[in-house]
């Protein structure tokens, strides 16, 4: 009798878990509706790489980050965007590989940029600092900014 009721209790326990488990793999599936947004900046960016404005692509992906105020690096940046199409061929469409959070105020997005004859990987992170409260606390919800972006051709860094 005892060990029956054992039984029953490992097996409530599983069936808790399962359904735990369940709801939680429901709640990830969920499209991140903030994420969402910030890839509809990326794409707009590529779209303007694309369309070969390059240093005004930077400034819209760049608005209210305080990376826009390095100029020179901004410039230099958006000079070497350029050669991409001297050295890869012309731009196909851009495939996203990672946008995922880490913690609740990073978010980091990683594409391919498929190119004519060569593909390049592409990183963007957005920071979102939250404002501080009336009381002096720290609340969430501040604006997101771009904190780093940066392209390279190691394709194997995306298997690792």
């Not at 326990?13 to 735990?20: A, D, E, Y």
């Not at 001297?86 to 913690?103: A, Q």
């Not at 390049?120 to 720290?138: C, E, I, K, L």
Request: aromatic share 10%.
């Amino acid at each position: 009798m005892c060990r029956t009721r054992v039984v029953q209790v490992a097996m409530g326990l599983c069936l808790v878990c399962l359904g735990w488990a369940t709801f939680v793999g429901a709640q990830s599936d969920r499209p991140d509706a903030e994420i969402a947004s910030l890839e509809e900046k990326v794409a707009r960016f590529f779209e303007d790489l694309s369309a070969g404005t390059t240093l005004n692509a930077y400034r819209q992906l760049l608005a209210g980050s305080s990376l826009l105020k390095e100029t020179d690096a901004v410039k230099t940046l958006a000079d070497k965007t350029g050669e991409l199409k001297d050295k890869y061929g012309e731009y196909r469409r851009p495939e996203k590989i990672v946008g995922k959070r880490v913690g609740a105020d990073v978010v980091l997005l990683k594409y391919l940029y498929k190119c004519e004859r060569f593909p390049v990987v592409w990183h963007v992170t957005f920071y979102r600092s939250p404002p501080r409260g009336a009381d002096g606390g720290v609340e969430t919800g501040g604006s997101w900014e771009v904190i780093a972006v940066r392209f390279d051709t190691d394709l194997e860094s995306l298997a690792r």
